[in-house]
Structure formats: structure tokens, C-alpha cells
């Protein structure tokens, strides 16, 4: 059985930085596009960070631009886990954070092309 695992959510103050995690079980995702969206209270949910697999061990990140520069998604292919640094936070990234795959290695933006989800870890940047 496939399971995404998310942690490392919670409280902090505008300016600072938290760390996600994302561990994945059941099977193997280095081949596999990977993804970290979000979904504020309202609001659609929307891509943060894609990652497409584009050789062994090799990978490339897209993110949307309001975490350019802030954000930076990570892969440990030895752990099975998926990582997003958030630096920089601010009221506005505010949201459940979700890790999620597909069996393709082109990452998209759309959360209708991915098969795997997590259950999701909050997010709450007080200012």
C-alpha cells in the first residue's frame, strides 16, 4: 500500500522558516514526478514546488512565484522523502501543505494529474 507521510508543520512568526518532510512507503518514487501543494481555509488548492525526475538521481524544481527564492524542495532518493525548506515565511503561506506523486517523471502543475497524496500538515505564519 502507497502512503505519503507529511510532518514538520506548525506555528512561527513571520520571517522565519520551517522545514516539511514527506516520506513515502509502499514503493519506490525515484522515477516519479513529486509535488508540494497547498490549500489555505477558502481558497483553492494550488502548486508550491514540482519536481520532475529528469535522470538517475537527477532532478528539476519549478516553483510558483510567490516562493521563488524563499522555498526550496529537496529529494533523498535513499530515504524515500521528499523535502520543502521554507524560508522567509510570511502570513500569505499560510495553508495545509500536501506532498504528492505521479508515476510519470514530468512534474505538472495540476493536482488532477498526481495519483498519490498525503493527508496533509498545517501551516500557520503568524505576523
Known amino acids: 500500500q502507497v502512503q505519503l507521510v507529511e510532518s514538520g508543520g506548525g506555528l512561527v512568526q513571520a520571517g522565519g522558516s520551517l522545514r516539511l518532510s514527506c516520506e513515502a512507503s509502499?514503493?519506490?518514487?525515484?522515477?516519479?514526478?513529486m509535488a508540494w501543494f497547498r490549500q489555505a481555509a477558502g481558497k483553492e488548492r494550488e502548486v508550491v514546488a514540482a519536481?520532475?525526475?529528469?535522470?538517475?538521481?537527477?532532478?528539476?524544481?519549478d516553483y510558483t512565484d510567490s516562493v521563488k527564492g524563499r522555498f526550496t524542495a529537496a529529494r533523498d532518493n535513499s530515504k524515500n522523502s521528499l523535502y520543502l525548506q521554507m524560508n522567509r515565511l510570511k502570513p500569505d503561506d499560510t495553508a495545509v501543505y500536501y506532498c504528492a506523486a505521479r508515476p510519470q517523471s514530468a512534474a505538472t502543475p495540476h493536482g488532477h494529474d498526481y495519483d498519490y497524496w498525503g493527508q496533509g500538515t498545517q501551516v500557520t505564519v503568524s505576523s
Open positions: 509502499g514503493r519506490t518514487f525515484n522515477g516519479y514526478a
Open positions: 519536481i520532475s525526475a529528469i535522470g538517475s538521481n537527477t532532478y528539476k524544481a
